[in-house]
């Protein structure tokens, strides 16, 4: 025994020194200033650390870190305000009830301390997010408070206990004006049935604010005391809005009597006040007032309802719907669709669409019956409704009643065809154009198959267009070409490149493209379209280049880059514009080779020079290599717009050679506003490049501004040059005018080693004669003419 005794004993004095450790025995002081070094609370961890740190707070620290909130305006309350609101919520985490009432007690005693009213008001407002009926009795004196009451009223009521409710009825008697709206509007929150007589009393006075706040006060209640008062606010309002909100507090009063199981009187003032707002004036009433009477008496009062859903207010009809949903089946939507063709238009189309919305199938058969309805938009409903409500079988009618229908019918059906699910749809719509006639119904059956990509829809649109067909209709069908070509039908569309159909070459070309691009062997089908065109005489030939083009590939490229050199000008012409336009960035080499000879056609040169731009755009090659590129499609340019174009293209590449390549046009006359452009995006957007060159185009480029924004952008590019950082930044090894700084090299590094000074020296003058005979300094360039040795710095 006396061995257990020592060991819970040795066990007692070991956990002591623990427990110590764990008690928090920082002065309030220190407690205050760790906290706030954590604030604002910017992490998750920083949070939970922070709140960890209130918990060890005594109510006394809680009290010592409310009272230094400052006067608002004369310090920085934010870290004070951040830490004790958010604790204010964390109390109420389970398992924190003894945490919740040391956070009350020290927020009370701060209260009690704290002089300035802002502070004041934040306190309490901590009490209305952690407080309970402990707090009550700090609250209440505030009440009457005119600065403080509506924050003190609205903490008791989202405390809404007994207690709070009844601290709030104990000052409501006596209370006056803002008092006297913050107490009962906060009662009313609360629905604090005991205050219901002393509202009544408030509710009888000419403040408007306080009667409609007693009003709404008293409709939460929903006191049966207060049935005759609320009714006659809102009759005399004549049951629309007032200042007072009678009619809206009359019908929440209704709906809280509902709530509360008063059915019978709640029926009859509802029935009453639906019987006196049938002015178009009141149909918001009259709306809430059907509500009120579906609430109680649901299925029963579905005639009502179907009564109303014919009415000739269209805001009273569709709301009569809305309470309609609940109770629909079979029976209720067949009564609503009956004779539906005897009824107004606009009420037909609300019926209608409804129906739809609500997957109504009863009502088919009347919706099939308004297809043939006389007024267009009752038609474009049942379309619609048809669609929505039988889709797959609904296409085949639909597809019927284009031919007798008129233009806005004829849409409607369109865009129901477009969003149908049908897999049987492309059939029955090729079908229908086989046996179609009428050209206007004819051209929305092309549109919707080639919106749909209908590939089997194909052979039907080649009938068409060897038939004698209006052009009208050959013209839809060759644009749907594109979208519903299918890889075995290639032979078929460059069988269509004959004369006759040169006007539509462009739907043919990309129908073409389309039906090598779904190919799962494209090399194959490449090799066809190359074969029609060995095969093809010069003429024909023309219409292939942009097929190959838009193909793209090495074969394809080998072959169109074999014509650039035709002696035929229109092939050669027709070649070059397709490298122009090569679909994939292989054909760069190419059309940089094509743009060094000289081009003399105007518009071929226009092409290969935009081509170029877009390849380099899409190449997956350095920003520097970029910039040779464009340099060269620079020097190929001619026109003032071509240069202008390259100029623009620098701008994507944004390296230091670039910014120095635009900035040698700045003084001329035709091109520095592009160039200025350039140089400004391209120095703006990087800070690495500065020095004195970059200083002096950017000035360069403040006296060139001009325009609306031209002093914003001043502004931009002063502020970038007095951030750039100071000294002599990028400096080129090459200067652009002449040789200076290069040398002539000297063997290789191991025999430069093994010379003397003298011999070195006899070897460098022998070898910078060499230089400059191969190297030259010819238009901002470093030139090499093919002979001699490399040449370094």
């Known amino acids: 025994m006396k061995k257990l005794i020592y060991a819970l004993l040795a066990l007692f004095i070991q956990q002591f020194p623990i427990s110590a450790q764990q008690r928090d025995v920082r002065t309030t002081t220190t407690k205050i200033a760790d906290l706030l070094a954590l604030q604002p609370s910017e992490t998750t961890a920083r949070f939970r650390d922070a709140m960890a740190q209130m918990e060890r707070f005594t109510a006394a620290d809680i009290s010592a870190l409310l009272k230094q909130l400052s006067p608002p305006g004369e310090g920085d309350n934010a870290g004070i305000e951040y830490a004790a609101n958010s604790y204010s919520y964390h109390v109420l985490l389970p398992g ?149 909100e009678a009619t809206a507090a009359y019908i929440n009063y209704l709906h809280k009597r509902i709530a509360n199981g008063e059915a019978v009187p709640a029926g009859k003032a509802a029935l009453k006040l639906f019987k006196e707002t049938d002015e178009d004036s009141q149909v918001h009433t009259h709306i809430a007032a059907l509500g009120l009477l579906t609430e109680l008496n649901k299925e029963k009062q579905v005639n009502v309802l179907l009564k109303a859903s014919r009415d000739g207010n269209p805001v009273y009809r569709n709301a009569a719907l809305g309470l309609l949903s609940p109770y629909l089946n079979g029976t209720v939507s067949t009564k609503l669709v009956k004779r539906l063709s005897k009824v107004d238009e606009q009420i037909q189309v609300d019926i209608l ?96 198959l080639g919106q749909r990509g209908a590939g089997e829809s194909m052979q039907t649109l080649l009938d068409i267009i060897g038939s004698d067909a209006s052009n009208e209709v050959k013209s839809a069908a060759f644009s749907a070409l594109p979208q519903v070509a299918r ?33 799962d062997d494209r090399e194959a089908q490449t090799q066809l379209v190359i074969s029609r065109l060995r095969a093809a005489d010069a003429t024909r030939r023309l219409f292939f280049f942009p097929i190959l083009s838009g193909i793209g590939g090495k074969e394809a490229l080998q072959i169109v880059n074999e014509y650039t050199a035709d002696g035929n000008p229109e092939l050669r012409a027709a070649a070059t514009s397709a490298l122009a336009n090569w679909t994939g960035g292989e054909a760069l080499p190419q059309l940089i080779e094509l743009s060094r000879k000289k081009v003399t056609d105007s518009e071929q040169l226009d092409a290969v020079i935009n081509g170029l731009i877009r390849l380099v755009s899409i190449a997956d090659i350095p920003a520097d290599q970029k910039v040779l590129y464009l340099r060269d499609a620079f020097e190929a340019a001619e026109t003032v717009d071509q240069k202008k174009s390259v100029l623009r293209a620098l701008e994507a590449s944004k390296t230091y050679n670039a910014l120095m390549f635009a900035g040698k046009l700045l003084d001329d006359e035709q091109l520095k506003s592009t160039a200025a452009n350039t140089v400004m995006n391209i120095a703006l957007d990087n800070k690495n490049f500065y020095g004195a060159d970059v200083t002096r185009l950017l000035n360069r ?61 006899e070897a460098q003058i022998k070898a910078d004669e060499i230089m400059r005979g191969g190297w030259s300094a010819q238009n901002g360039e470093l030139q090499f003419n093919g002979h001699g040795d490399n040449i370094a710095t």
């Open 96 to 244: 924190k009830a003894t945490q919740r009432a040391t956070y009350i007690q020290g927020a009370i005693e701060a209260l009690n301390a704290i002089s300035n009213k802002d502070n004041k008001g934040f306190v309490i407002q901590l009490l209305q997010n952690a407080g309970d009926d402990s707090a009550v009795d700090a609250l209440s004196p505030y009440l009457t408070d005119e600065y403080l009451s509506e924050k003190a009223a609205r903490a008791l009521s989202r405390i809404g206990t007994e207690r709070a409710g009844a601290a709030l009825l104990q000052v409501l008697g006596g209370s006056t004006g803002v008092a006297a709206v913050n107490i009962t509007d906060a009662l009313g929150f609360m629905a604090y049935a005991p205050a219901e007589q002393e509202i009544l009393i408030k509710a009888n006075t000419t403040d408007t604010i306080l009667r409609r706040i007693s009003l709404y006060a008293l409709s939460q209640i929903g006191g049966a005391a207060s049935q005759s008062i609320l009714a006659d606010a809102a009759k005399s309002a004549r049951y629309v809005y007032d200042p007072t």
């Open 353 to 448: 669409r409804y129906v739809a919305n609500h997957k109504q199938t009863e009502a088919l058969p009347e919706v099939q019956k308004a297809l043939s309805a006389s007024t267009p938009s009752v038609r474009i409903a049942a379309v619609n409704a048809l669609h929505q409500l039988d889709a797959e079988a609904a296409d085949e009618a639909l597809i019927v009643l284009l031919s007798g229908s008129d233009e806005q019918t004829r849409q409607a059906v369109k865009q129901a065809l477009l969003t149908s699910k049908n897999k049987q749809l492309a059939q029955l719509l090729t079908n229908a154009l086989t046996n179609e006639r009428n050209a206007d119904v004819q051209i929305l059956l092309i549109d919707v």
């Open 487 to 519: 890889p075995g039908d290639l032979n078929k569309l460059l069988d269509l490149f004959v004369n006759a159909n040169n006007e539509y070459k462009g739907a043919i070309q990309a129908a073409a493209v389309s039906a090598v691009a779904l190919s």
């Open 701 to 761: 480029v403040i006296e060139l501004l001009s325009g609306s924004e031209s002093s914003y952008l001043r502004e931009a590019i002063q502020k970038h040059l007095n951030e750039l950082p100071k000294g002599p930044g990028y400096v080129s090894l090459f200067n652009g005018k002449d040789l200076e700084g290069w040398k002539g090299l000297v063997a290789d590094p191991i025999k430069r080693t093994a010379m003397d000074a003298k011999t070195l020296a």
